[in-house]
């Protein structure tokens, strides 16, 4: 970012909350039976639980920001409501950005956000995770002519000169469109430039973006410590990877790549061991030095940590009881009354001595009254405070520099974002066994199974025959879309809350995923079923024919393809795989209960007759049967059309059963993609009520008509005058 443009964040009456169900609600009260009980048309009620209260500060560039407090205290919901990633509740009061009035989806375009969970795709090294995010979201044009990055020196010279070119970005980057002649070819033996051809330019082009795409990365490997671990799998709970600490500062690298100049993170130092956690306290600290804004939370920071720290924001009850600067911390408790130990970690004293007295705790923390009285004390106390009316003065006063669209966060163009996603879809997928070669197992294996079972069976009875070639075609449909979508189920699951992170950070569309994720695994579903086929039609002993077994194989790949996409479906509409599991059945027995062979449908009971129109595993057998007894002959009788006659399928001919499976198909498949759209509709927060444009507008318009009226006045003056205030005596913050 362009440390002649900082970012200062305010916010004055801050407010969220969320509903509840009422513990008034008639029928709540009672024997749990009554409620069970209650009419499910009864209108339900809910209570207003605040979370966040009246709360003011500011959040100065250059500087990391603390927010410490006891769990349930309202940190991460502070920080999820100031980056715009919370879109449920009621919020009220007033967010500024350089004194420009802004919501949370506008925050989004300048901020980035590390998660306390970090979800990165498992098969994915270091390395690719870090070159996603610059190939995906290359950083604010306002970096390009940003000089180098004081934390270069940490990687040397060399390396440093590399990552200030890299950090130009790829959406300016000089263009080559000339070359030079060899010496002595013009006249007078002077070189003259030789003009480049477009496709020659072109290329030279996109070697330059990756080779800045590369130097940026490796930057950032070494800046964060993960030389040793950049070619090591991500990893999950199911196979081995890198180390908790490795993969949050992978996490925080893959943020920092992009230079936003804003930087939330929640708890980047929880599950870390002392080290690990002061080594990633460090590094928020250089990315402050160079300009940024950083406000994380952090759950109980160690004695070195707390150095480190530059302003704190302590949240007890919801409600602000601190903020300002670090150094000044241990003086505001004094004249509380709480003085700090030499040898005593100050954040430790806020919580022990300050937030939950001695007293509080001996006689039991679960009293939410005295919790309650407690907070309201400290606030009063905080509110009459010399530092109080401090940090009043640079809410007021707020740094008014013009925000500019160069220091905007930027998104690669989606067909830049299709050919990255299928090329890592692509990877995942050799990577993951259960996408590839469980699945081909799988087809070859079930292949020889039903093979074997029925082996030879042209060569025995018509009765046998027609039992035989049924079950064996109706095992052959259900394997088919069956096996399919407990294959996609299962891995999809996985990548799907790997999805609606990314696409929240903004690395790519849901159009690119979308088409991404279909161009890497159709191929994978259309070739199971050719092995398949070719494992057990001969070994069956179905009609010598070539076009029947082109045929039969087809029908099989349909039904794949819409095991496929109704796999999607189910992944998509389900957050777990166990909700996933339990939904399956629901939706597959009826299928095959009325596939056209345990059922004839065509004497079935007429109102749940219609739901063999909506199984493909109905048209896919039909499909089969035809194609194996139409023109069956055995021993010149035509046993097959009388057979087909009996069992009453249909009148649909092969090709017409096979377009009605890819029709079901097309369905789920456009299913899926709403499926999907919903659960990104509310996934960047109230983003789905702003426009990219008018977000944009919100940030690049004028101040607030409520600081130009005093922007005669220097904000460093209403700050002097507000320390000078006498202090006023302290309130009486005992509880009994």
Known sequence: ???????????????????????????????????????????????????????????????????????????????????????????????????????????????????????????????????????????????????????????????????????????????????????GEAQGGRSAPLKMSASAAAAARKAEIKAHNQARCSHAISLFGLDKCRGTAVGDSSSKGISGGEKKRTAIAMEWVTEAPVLFLDEPTSGLDAHSALMVARQLKDIADAGRTVVTVLHQPSSDMFEIIDDILILFEGRIVYLGERANLVGYLERMGYPCGMYTNPADHVFNAVLFEGATVAKGMGDSQRIEQRAQNLLAAWQGSPEAATMQALIDSPDLTAIDKT?????????????????????????????????LIQSIFFGLLIGLIFLNTDNKSVAVQRQNYSGAMFFSCVTQFLLTILAVVNVFTGERLVFFREWQAAY????????????????????????????????????HDG???????????????????????????????????????????????FGGLLVNTGNSTVWLRWIQWVSPIKYGY?????????????????????????????????????????????????????????????????????????????????????????????????????????????LDLSLD
């Open 547 to 593: 076009i029947k077994f082109v045929l039969f194989t087809v029908v099989a790949m349909s039904l794949s393809v819409c095991g496929f996409t109704c796999g999607f479906l189910l992944g998509a509409s389900f957050k777990t795989l166990s909700a996933v599991l339990a939904a399956l059945p629901a939706m597959f027995l009826p299928f095959m209960l």
């Open 622 to 730: 039909s499909a089969m049967m035809k194609n194996q007894f139409s023109g069956y002959v055995v021993d010149g009788k035509p046993i097959g059309d009388e057979y087909l006659s009996e069992v009453q399928l249909g009148s649909f001919s092969i090709g017409v059963n096979i377009v009605f499976v890819l029709g079901i198909s097309l369905l789920a498949w456009v299913l899926s993609y709403a499926a999907l759209a919903h659960l990104t509709k509310k996934g960047r927060g109230d983003s789905a009520k702003y426009s990219t444009k008018k977000c944009q507008a919100e940030l690049l318009g004028p101040p607030d008509a409520r600081f130009t009226k005093v922007a005669e006045k220097p904000s460093h003056i209403a700050t002097l005058k507000a320390t000078e205030e006498p202090q006023k005596p302290m």
């Open 407 to 439: 220091q905007f966060r930027q998104t690669s163009p989606p067909l830049t974002q299709l050919k990255y996603l299928i090329k890592r879809a692509g990877r995942n997928a050799i990577r993951n066994r259960l996408v590839i070669k469980v699945r």
């Open 1 to 183: 970012m362009d440390a002649n443009k900082p970012l200062q964040i305010s916010f004055e009456g801050l407010t969220y909350s969320v509903k509840i169900p009422a513990k008034s609600a008639v029928g709540s009260s009672g024997h749990p039976l009554l409620r069970a009980l209650k009419s499910p048309f009864t209108k339900p009620e809910y209570d207003d639980k605040v979370i966040l209260r009246q709360l003011n500060g500011s959040f100065r560039p250059g500087r990391v920001t603390a927010i410490l407090g006891p769990s349930g205290s309202g940190k991460t919901t502070l920080l999820n409501l100031l980056a715009g990633q919370i879109s449920t509740g009621t919020t009220s009061g007033n967010i500024w950005v350089n004194g420009r009035l802004t919501s949370g989806a506008s925050m989004r375009q300048l901020a980035g956000y590390v998660n306390q969970d970090d979800v990165i795709l498992p098969t994915m090294t270091v390395e690719e995770a870090i070159e996603m995010s610059t190939i995906l979201r290359p950083p604010p044009l306002a970096s390009q002519s940003r000089a180098p990055s004081p934390m270069a020196s940490i990687v040397g010279e060399r390396e440093a000169s590399a990552e200030a070119n890299a950090a130009r970005g790829a959406d300016q980057l000089p263009l080559p469109v000339t070359a030079t002649r060899p010496k």
């Open 508 to 543: 790519y569309g849901l159009p690119a995923y979308f088409a991404a994720k279909n161009i890497v695994e159709l191929p994978i579903q259309i070739i199971s079923p050719i092995l398949y086929a070719a494992t057990c039609y001969w070994l069956l002993g179905f009609q």
